[in-house]
């Protein structure tokens, strides 16, 4: 940034809209019929000829200019009398606030240096993906696109980003297990705005008509491509076949996916966020008491919501590993010819327990580092194999560390053989202290460098006052690094990598 404001200011005062258009005008020279580019997956015949008669139709039809309409005001600005605050406490070690007001929303604020003038605003509300009707994958995925798509009832989505021009803000939607979320980032000159937009799509999304034609057309689009890679086919089915065939997981049939209607999503909507726990997270550059104000203005108007998040049904939250394979289970993309992609895993530690998966993450790291010396020495080529691992808290009894590597489909047995060469060489703790120091070293250069993350500290205080065991974590997670020996990598080593327990994909070119 410094250096691009050196080189504007360079030019800033001598430069005239005449230079300007001067150098466009050169620079298109020549350039006298239209410029066409056309993308697409499809084989056709005689593009060019196809181009020009698409063209010359467009040209024919008759042009009317635009009629811009008079939007007036953004309608959500009066919510009713402010809230008070019942409780407000500092958290000394972490330095943060934890407010809550008579109504019962939450209010969690950490000042931070970090970005001056940028302050990020998080809300969780509602009921998540754990209470949606049936599998509800579907549905979620409709979710994220209906509420981004769909404005608001007074305002489409268009009237919307017309509105809020020329002002930091802007509300995203996501859907955890247990709860929805909504987030922006803004500055403290709009944070009165910023929380009217959220307080708007709370109170009422619009779910209109064009935005499940919007996503119709995205779906349509978007769906036939997931065939062409192998990790389209992973996404699609993998996701789920690790999961033992749960519909919840991987992406649903097209058809699945367009059936689902806004009715249904607003009928539901509507019920899970009745009466919801309500948390909002506030980090970056502000003032506590003008947040504090903002948040009275708005959230604090709501009528009472519940103290906490309900817990998940325990339907939802079993998942199953499958049964180890000693035969890769094969599956096939409609892409290159020369790419194939295999995926291994092994099940492993839950997300109940942080040490545990901080074990597992020591594991992973330097599975990564003996992956990436053995993959290219014994195959000789410049593939980029990535260990990972799943720990979730949601899920107890479940998780997974898991190797993925795209190669030549011809060495994609080689490839396999010597993966779980590698893995049986750790389970009989064939690691030295060089390798974990190596792999332990960024990790400790990480945990400092998020210190300075707002959205680190987020993620820590978001949901501080309903989920007290993310700071708990937060609080323990150096000490688990500082005191992990290479005895308890070889632990984990030996219960994770069972040949009789790893399940195998391979993901080989149809043709």
């Known amino acids: 940034p410094a250096f691009n404001l050196s080189f504007f200011e360079d030019y800033a005062d001598t430069i005239t809209p005449e230079q300007v258009h001067g150098a466009f005008v050169k620079k298109w020279a020549g350039y006298e019929a239209p410029q066409i580019y056309l993308s697409t ?10 181009i020009l008669e698409t063209l010359r139709a467009s040209q024919a039809v008759d042009v009317k200019p635009n009629i811009v309409a008079d939007l007036g005001d953004f309608a959500y600005t009066e919510f009713g009398d402010p809230g008070k605050v ?9 330095d943060f606030e934890q407010i809550v007001f008579e109504n019962g929303v939450k209010l969690n604020m950490k000042k931070t240096p970090y970005q001056k003038g940028i302050m990020s605003v998080q809300m969780s509300y509602g009921k998540g993906s754990f209470y949606l009707p049936g599998n509800g994958a579907a549905l979620r995925w409709l979710t994220g696109n209906a509420l981004s798509l769909g404005g608001l009832k007074a305002h489409s989505a268009d009237d919307v980003q017309t509105l809020m021009a020329g002002k930091s803000v802007g509300a995203g939607h996501d859907m955890g297990n247990k709860q929805m979320f909504m987030s922006g980032s803004t500055t403290p000159e709009f944070l009165p705005e910023q ?14 008509a064009e935005a499940k034609a919007r996503y119709d057309k995205f779906i349509s689009s978007f769906y036939p491509t997931l065939d062409s890679t192998p990790g389209g086919v992973a996404s699609k089915e993998v996701e789920r076949m690790i999961r033992s065939g749960d519909p919840r997981f991987g992406i649903p049939p097209e058809e699945d996916l367009r059936s689902v209607s806004l009715e249904e999503l607003e009928r539901w909507m509507t019920d899970s966020r009745s009466g919801s726990a309500v948390e909002i997270g506030v980090v970056g550059d502000f ?46 993309h409609a892409g ?15 997300g109940t327990d942080d040490k545990a998966i901080r074990r597992v993450n020591m594991l992973k790291s330097m599975f990564q580092l003996r992956l990436n010396d053995v993959i290219r020495e014994e195959l000789g080529a410049s593939y980029s194999p990535s260990a990972f691992y799943s ?6 009894g479940y998780g997974y560390v898991a190797v993925s590597v ?16 590698l893995a049986a060489s750790f389970a009989k703790g064939d690691m030295d202290d060089d390798l974990f120091e190596r792999a332990i070293r960024p990790i400790k250069e990480t945990l400092e460098e998020t210190l300075e993350s707002n959205s680190y500290w987020m993620s820590i205080i978001g949901r501080s006052q309903t989920d007290p065991e993310i700071p708990e974590r937060h609080r323990r997670r150096q000490a688990s690094y500082d005191n992990m020996t290479l005895e308890d990598v070889k632990a984990v080593a030996a219960d994770v990598f069972l040949r009789e327990k790893a ?3 391979h993901i080989v070119p149809s043709l």
């Open 86 to 94: 019942a409780t407000r406490k500092t958290v000394e070690d972490i």
């Open 287 to 332: 003032d506590p008491e003008e947040v504090i104000s903002q948040i009275a203005r708005t959230f604090g108007t709501l009528p009472k919501v519940s103290s906490k998040v309900p817990t998940a049904p325990k339907s939802k939250t079993k998942l199953k590993f499958p049964k180890g394979t000693s035969v890769p289970e094969t599956l096939t």
């Open 503 to 505: 399940v195998t994909y």
């Open 41 to 50: 997956s499809e084989v056709i015949e005689d593009a060019e000829g196809l």
């Open 195 to 208: 929380l009217n937009l959220m307080m708007a799509y709370y109170l009422e999304p619009g779910f209109r």
């Open 391 to 396: 720990a979730p808290r949601d899920y107890p």
């Open 336 to 350: 290159e010819a020369n790419t194939a992609l295999l995926r291994m895993y092994w099940p492993s530690s839950d």
């Open 406 to 421: 795209e190669v030549n489909p011809d060495d994609i047995a080689k490839a396999e053989a010597q993966i779980h060469k």
